[in-house]
């Protein structure tokens, strides 16, 4: 089975910090995505990667940036937290492009004070 | 622009009784289509894709949903709900991005 794990289920942060969400696949997935969930909004794309040091900018980039150094790990950091960005964050990642499954984590839920 | 559209926010069955979740589409050439499904406190799960051939295509948990050219939809269904089937389902096209979803339909079981 696919996995995807994050690095916490829930984080509560302050305004102005710098904050790290991670995500991890054992699959050997070559493609990686960040999303955020928002009530009424449904999933929306912030980042995602195609390959190691490779990104991509999605529908929704301003005020988060990505790292991916190693294949099976894809970063998403918040450079400074502000209360707009409290929401639900899902990692997936796929072995294809475009057409093939998505395999998603559990989520991390961040609240920004 | 390649999109989807779940006309329901919400919809509520009774156990037992069928179900739908309804998804429209807008797509260039050949659609390849998703549902996903998302229980409490989880991420999403994948529950089938159309890519082509059979109209109809079978899931996971009992789920099948339908492919409908003339009418663009790819409707989500189930014979017989079960209350474990509340949960929030997406249905998703690829598009400009990999995968665009819609925004959401919350199933509600109800015994």
């Known amino acids: 089975d696919v996995k995807v794990t994050q690095s916490s289920r829930y984080l509560v942060k302050r305004t102005g910090e710098k904050v790290f969400l991670e995500c991890v696949q054992d699959m050997d997935h070559e493609n990686m995505f960040w999303y955020r969930q928002d009530p009424g909004l449904g999933l929306r794309l912030i980042y995602f990667s195609y390959d190691v040091k490779m990104k991509e900018k999605g529908d929704i980039p301003e005020g988060y940036s990505v790292s991916r150094e190693k294949k099976e790990r894809f970063s998403l950091i918040l450079e400074s937290a502000s209360t707009n960005q409290t929401s639900m964050y899902l990692c997936a990642s796929s072995l294809q492009r475009d057409t093939d499954t998505q395999y998603f984590g559990p989520g991390t839920r961040l609240t920004v004070l | 622009a390649q999109s989807v559209a779940q006309p329901e926010d919400q919809v509520n069955v009774a156990e037992g009784n069928p179900l739908t979740v309804k998804c429209t589409y807008s797509v260039s050439g050949n659609p390849y289509l998703f549902w996903y499904v998302q229980y409490p406190n989880r991420g999403l799960q994948f529950l089938l894709k159309?890519?082509?051939?059979?109209?109809l295509v079978k899931g996971s948990y009992g789920f099948e949903a339908e492919f409908n050219k003339s009418q663009t939809s790819f409707h989500l269904k189930k014979p017989s709900a079960l209350v474990s089937d509340s949960a929030l389902y997406f249905c998703?096209?690829?598009?400009?991005?990999?995968?665009?979803f819609g925004k959401g339909t919350r199933l509600s079981v109800i015994a």
């Open positions: 998703a096209v690829p598009g400009n991005t990999p995968l665009v």
């Open positions: 159309y890519i082509t051939g059979d109209n």
